[in-house]
Every structure is written in structure tokens, then in C-alpha cells.
């Protein structure tokens, strides 16, 4: 931005609920900007050592929106937003996003920055249910400031654009898949792995991947598991990778069932390259979705998917090509998730078939996201090329 003659740098802020959120999907962004020559902010809940980010701000998040933590924060963040006056702004997911919004609103018309918000997953849909009359509300009281909304799958555009959220809607493949964070291992690399957890080639090793919580309900593929018959629980083993608020409520329920040798807690997993070479399947018993990075990472890794049947997971697979769906809101779930491992375990040729078609297209992976993101992120400059998108990982 050239004023009066002085170049004057322009200034953007992001905000997540986690630092980690940050490292773990928007560096690649935070590179194009500032090789773009612009101050890149974060304010997110965490701390953490990397050489593309500057200055962060560590801010606390409540899941609940409306707890009084969370108005302390978007006092934080409008005094912020008043000290540096931002050219941009832009929110991830429903927490971070409602408090940046809430912020911005607070400041008078003149001084709000350009304001982009990114949905991970809304937290609602049609119907008249207390949960998602409210989300609804929110989401609606906020559009006004929303300058840009991007959205990542099909249902949550429809909604969007059903309930008029934005003047602009953008729909976009995810954040995009870094590849390079997946590279392959040898056959005796893979042995090595499944042995540490008791398998052998003839056992189907089961990958669970992700934040241990109610909506991720890790519980139900413990109860699924437990469901099979004896035989083929032997032939099985379940690694659940990730920590959270549900982690030894499910460690307690593994005990009960008495499944501690098919069950591994691995706990927060840095890099879960290797765990994706060495599975058969990934699972997920998830009730709510985005556009889930653990389904994308499966099919880049080339493991089929057995997954409830939301949004999100319907994007990306495809029931009898890619992987198996189930009905995850029903008193019979656990039950409808036994009856496709079942049918994994015992069909050979119908495992192959999902595992032969299970490709990552190449409009999920970083090299094509990236380009057309920054350019909705900067307002439709021209895109920055980036060198290393290794600097999607610590």
C-alpha cells in the first residue's frame, strides 16, 4: 500500500481457537503472504516454535460461545484489532470464528477490517432442534460482518447460501493436502509397525485418527469392536491415535470389555505418516464433520474408509467404491459399523476393490487448493507461488 509516497505494510490477522490448527493447516498461506509482504498476526490459544510465525498472541478459548472466558477474549481481541489496524482478518471454525466476528462488530463501520471466515463444519442444520436454532442464530447475527465466507462441503454451502450468510460464498476443496507429509515406507518398515501392535499381515489393523471427544465418538468403534465375534476380534486390531476429554472414559470402557490386547491408545501422534502406511482401513464413527483431514489423508496413503455417513465424509467417499458408510444417527449404529468390518474381514476381493479406488483426487491436495485460496483470502490478488509446502509441519 503506497500513502502519501511511504510504502506502508498491510497487516492481517488470523485467528483459530489452537495454535496448533495453525501450524497444522494455514502455513502455507502465512508464507504467501508475507512473501507477498505483508505482517501476518496470530491469535490462538497455545505456544509454539516456528520460524514463520512472528507475532502471536495466546489467547484462551471455551467451547461453550457463551461462556464469560470467551467474552474476556473478544474484549481481547477488539482491543487488538483497535491497536493494529488490520487490513484483514480472517476466523476458522465456529469457536475462533464467532469471537473474531463478535470483535469486529464491536468497532465502528469505518474501522473494521476486511473480514473472511472460514467454516470447518457448521455446527448446524435445518432443523428446529434448541442446538442448531442457535448455532443458526449466531451464524445469521454474524453474516453482516462476513465478508467472505468459505465453506468446504456441499451441504454446509447449501445452508450458507439458504440462510444468506455472507454477500460472498466461496466454496473451496479443504485447506489442502500436503503429500509430502506422507511419504511411502518399505514393506519391512510397515512389518515393523504392525508387530509393535501384535499384527501380522493376516490381521486388519483398524486407524482411528483424531481429537478424542464426543463428536468424534471413539466410544462406538469400541462398542462395534466388541460386537464382532471372537474369532474375528483376534484377526483385528484398533489403534486410536489422538488425546481428549473422552480419552479415559474410552481407555475405562476397552478395560470393561476386556479388549486391552485389540486396543491401542497411542496418545497425540506428531507425524501420523507411518500409522496410515501401516493400516488396512481407517474409521471413523464421527457425527459431525467439515471436510475431515483424516479421510483425505487415508485415501492419499491409499487405505480405504469405513465411516459414518455425514456431511463431509459424503464428499469424499463414495459407499462401495472408496470405502463403507453406516447410519451413525440410530440406536443400531454400532451394530451397522460391526456389519461392515465384517464384511471387510471376510471378503478379500471387496476389500481390494475399495483399496484399488482409494485415491485423494488432486483438487484436495495443497498445490491446487493453495493457489485459488490465497487468492479468496487476499481479495483476488494474484497468487504467490511457495516453493516448500513441507512448512505444512513442524
Not at 467404491?321 to 468390518?341: E, K, Y
Request: charged residues 20%.
Amino acid at each position: 500500500m503506497l500513502l502519501w509516497g511511504v510504502v506502508v505494510m498491510e497487516k492481517m490477522l488470523i485467528v483459530a481457537s489452537r495454535l496448533s490448527h495453525i501450524v497444522n493447516f494455514h502455513l502455507p498461506y502465512i508464507q504467501a503472504f508475507r512473501e507477498a509482504g505483508w505482517q501476518v498476526d496470530v491469535a490462538a490459544e497455545g505456544t509454539v516454535k516456528h520460524p514463520l510465525l512472528g507475532r502471536c498472541y495466546d489467547m484462551h478459548f471455551v467451547k461453550n460461545p457463551l461462556s464469560v472466558e470467551n467474552w474476556k477474549t473478544i474484549r481481547q481481541l477488539t482491543a487488538l484489532l483497535r491497536e493494529n489496524h488490520y487490513t484483514l482478518v480472517y476466523s476458522n471454525a465456529t469457536l475462533a470464528g464467532f469471537a473474531l466476528r463478535m470483535a469486529v462488530k464491536r468497532l465502528p463501520q469505518q474501522e473494521r477490517p476486511r473480514c473472511v471466515h472460514i467454516s470447518h463444519g457448521y455446527m448446524f442444520d435445518d432443523s428446529r432442534q434448541l442446538r442448531s436454532r442457535v448455532y443458526r442464530m449466531v451464524e445469521k447475527h454474524l453474516a453482516k460482518v462476513t465478508d467472505t465466507l468459505v465453506v468446504m462441503n456441499h451441504e454446509d454451502e447449501q445452508l450458507a447460501r439458504r440462510y444468506h450468510l455472507s454477500e460472498q460464498i466461496v466454496f473451496t476443496h479443504g485447506m489442502g493436502l500436503c503429500g509430502e507429509r506422507f511419504p511411502s515406507i518399505t514393506q519391512k518398515e510397515r512389518q515393523t509397525l504392525r508387530q509393535q501392535y501384535g499384527a501380522d499381515e493376516d490381521t486388519m489393523v483398524l486407524l482411528c485418527v483424531g481429537e478424542f471427544s464426543a463428536r468424534k465418538n471413539q466410544a462406538l468403534l469400541i462398542e462395534a469392536l466388541n460386537r464382532l465375534p471372537l474369532t474375528a476380534r483376534r484377526r483385528c486390531r484398533l489403534l486410536l491415535a489422538g488425546q481428549g476429554a473422552t480419552q479415559e472414559a474410552c481407555q475405562q470402557l476397552t478395560a470393561r470389555y476386556e479388549l486391552q490386547p485389540f486396543v491401542h491408545f497411542l496418545g497425540q501422534v506428531a507425524e501420523p505418516a507411518a500409522l496410515y502406511r501401516c493400516a488396512d482401513v481407517l474409521v471413523s464413527a464421527a457425527t459431525m464433520e467439515g471436510l475431515p483431514f483424516n479421510v483425505m489423508e487415508a485415501l492419499y496413503c491409499g487405505i480405504p474408509v469405513v465411516a459414518s455417513r455425514i456431511k463431509g465424509h459424503t464428499d469424499l467417499l463414495t459407499d462401495g467404491d472408496n470405502g463403507l458408510l453406516f447410519d451413525i444417527h440410530t440406536d443400531h449404529a454400532a451394530d451397522r459399523l460391526t456389519a461392515q468390518w465384517q464384511k471387510l474381514l471376510n471378503d478379500h476381493a471387496l476389500y481390494q476393490r475399495l483399496k484399488d479406488h482409494a485415491v485423494l483426487p488432486a483438487r484436495y491436495q495443497i498445490e491446487h487448493v493453495r493457489p485459488y485460496l490465497y487468492s479468496v483470502l487476499s481479495g483476488g490478488s494474484d497468487t504467490v507461488e511457495i516453493p516448500t509446502p513441507e512448512v505444512t509441519h513442524l
